[in-house]
């Protein structure tokens, strides 16, 4: 089973509709969470970090649910420019050393189109 | 803004060759990563570096190395070049402090033939 997992999609909506992702994470000591963004043939960027109690950040909302291991993401009134892919991103401590490791989801495609 | 720079954005190579994947940072990042990216399987981390001179293995490290010398390179070497290592390989930093979020490069896309 894959640490993290998500739904590769496609998701095709179109312009002005709402569209969420779910995440799932196996492990339980996972700390923080994150969304990032990825367009094709670019590399992944940050767009926002998943708080306990759920953060916005204009369009977008991240909810985090611990006790089933999920995180989501929703997308209001989309974007033509919100075509990309969705990676979920989970970061744990490693015993060994202090250190701390992100695991990153496969991703999820978004397509919008007119 | 930070710059991450990769040395190629394409890269061909031979089976048996030794691969040099170059990567440099200007923002004075303590952190230091190389991830390869394959479809269906997201970003899977070969090495790490918290700091100059210090190597940590990540998920997949055989079949690779790492040299950090200067605190704005990391170099990510392929010994003996597979067919399997054909991937897209992104290399990403970090403030040790600020340790959330990460800058990536543009990729090299290396195909190994």
């Known amino acids: 089973r894959k640490e993290v997992e998500q739904d590769p999609g496609p998701f095709n909506v179109p312009e002005g509709a709402t569209v969420a992702f779910n995440c799932t994470y196996s492990?339980?000591?996972?700390?923080?969470f994150f969304w990032y963004r990825q367009d094709c043939r670019k590399e992944p960027k940050l767009l926002m970090s998943?708080?306990?109690s759920g953060n916005e950040d204009g369009r977008f909302t991240a909810q985090l649910n611990r006790a089933s291991q999920y995180i989501s993401l929703l997308i209001r009134d989309s974007k033509l420019s919100d075509s990309a892919t969705y990676l979920c991103?989970?970061?744990?401590?490693?015993?060994?050393?202090?250190?701390?490791?992100?695991?990153f989801g496969a991703g999820t495609r978004l397509a919008v189109h007119p | 803004d930070v710059k991450v720079t990769q040395s190629s954005r394409y890269l061909v190579k031979r089976t048996g060759e030794k691969v040099f994947l170059e990567c440099v940072q200007d923002?004075?990042?303590?952190?230091m990563f190389w991830y390869r990216q394959d479809p269906g399987l997201g970003l899977r981390l070969i090495y790490f570096?918290?700091?100059?001179?210090?190597?940590e293995k990540g998920d997949i490290p055989e079949g690779y190395s790492v040299s950090r010398e200067k605190k704005e390179r990391f170099s990510l070497i392929l010994e003996s070049a597979s067919t399997n290592q054909t991937s897209m390989y992104l290399c990403?930093?970090?403030?040790?402090?600020?340790?959330?979020?990460?800058?990536f490069g543009s990729g090299t896309q290396l195909s190994v033939l």
């Open positions: 990403a930093s970090r403030h040790a402090a600020l340790n959330e979020k990460l800058f």
């Open positions: 492990n339980s000591a996972s700390q923080s």
């Open positions: 998943v708080y306990s």
């Open positions: 991103v989970v970061k744990i401590l490693l015993l060994a050393g202090g250190y701390n490791k992100l695991i």
């Open positions: 923002m004075d990042h303590e952190n």
């Open positions: 570096s918290y700091d100059v001179k210090m190597k």
